[in-house]
């Protein structure tokens, strides 16, 4: 039943989305994802910085063989190769204040390891691949640096790391 030109009331479906997906609309989530073939013993770092606002991060990473992945805060290194952080409404023109770089320089500390997860078989298969992620937010402290460091236990190791967060310029935990 329509009312003038209006849909009726009692028709309308109310459409409910969660805080994450509604800052995807507003232009404010962004993402980064990487592939990379490590040999063992062989890591890939990537400096995660923040800026003037709070990212609200989940992150995922994966391995063929056996991988581990640990996340540092507060390093006092440079990142060497800049990255594009995208965002996720690809219509959206708004930008982060957060950097990411892959690799790293310098410095005398990684940080603190707030994070690690190690798992996966020792030849690479399908079955015994490493894979773990951190579903429940982080929110990141202000301009800070993060190390996010997957490392290779196994030659040959296909690895992934997908990052996505939220800016938000107010930290409502505290």
Same mark, same amino acid.
């Given at each position: 039943?329509? !009312?003038?030109?209006?849909?009726?009331?009692?028709?309308?479906?109310?459409?409910? !989305?969660?805080?994450?997906?509604? +800052?995807?609309?507003?232009?404010?989530?962004?993402?980064?994802?990487?592939?990379?073939?490590?040999?063992?013993?062989?890591?890939?770092?990537?400096?995660?910085?923040?800026?003037?606002?709070?990212?609200?991060?989940?992150? +995922?990473?994966?391995?063929?063989? !056996?991988?581990?992945?640990?996340?540092?805060?507060?390093?006092?290194?440079?990142?060497?190769?800049?990255?594009?952080?995208?965002?996720?409404?690809?219509?959206?023109?708004?930008?982060?204040?957060?950097?990411?770089?892959?690799?790293?320089?310098?410095?005398?500390?990684?940080?603190?390891?707030?994070?690690?997860?190690?798992?996966?078989?020792?030849?690479?298969?399908?079955?015994?691949?490493?894979?773990?992620?951190?579903?429940? +937010?982080?929110?990141?402290?202000?301009?800070?640096?993060?190390?996010?460091? !997957?490392?290779?236990?196994?030659?040959?190791?296909?690895?992934?790391?997908?990052?996505?967060?939220?800016? +938000?310029?107010?930290?409502?935990?505290?």
């Amino acid at each position: 039943m329509q !009312i003038g030109n209006q849909p009726s009331p009692f028709t309308t479906p109310v459409v409910g !989305i969660d805080y994450p997906h509604a +800052e995807i609309h507003t232009g404010s989530h962004y993402f980064y994802a990487d592939c990379v073939e490590l040999d063992n013993g062989v890591s890939q770092d990537y400096l995660f910085t923040t800026g003037s606002k709070y990212p609200h991060m989940s992150f +995922e990473y994966s391995g063929s063989a !056996i991988t581990q992945l640990q996340v540092f805060e507060a390093s006092d290194k440079t990142g060497t190769t800049l990255q594009t952080l995208l965002n996720n409404n690809r219509a959206s023109s708004k930008t982060t204040t957060a950097t990411l770089h892959k690799a790293v320089t310098g410095g005398t500390t990684d940080g603190t390891l707030i994070w690690c997860d190690k798992s996966g078989s020792a030849t690479n298969q399908a079955q015994g691949g490493a894979s773990s992620s951190q579903d429940s +937010e982080l929110i990141l402290k202000l301009n800070t640096k993060y190390i996010f460091r !997957i490392t290779s236990f196994t030659n040959d190791n296909l690895t992934n790391l997908k990052i996505g967060y939220y800016d +938000e310029s107010v930290n409502y935990g505290l």
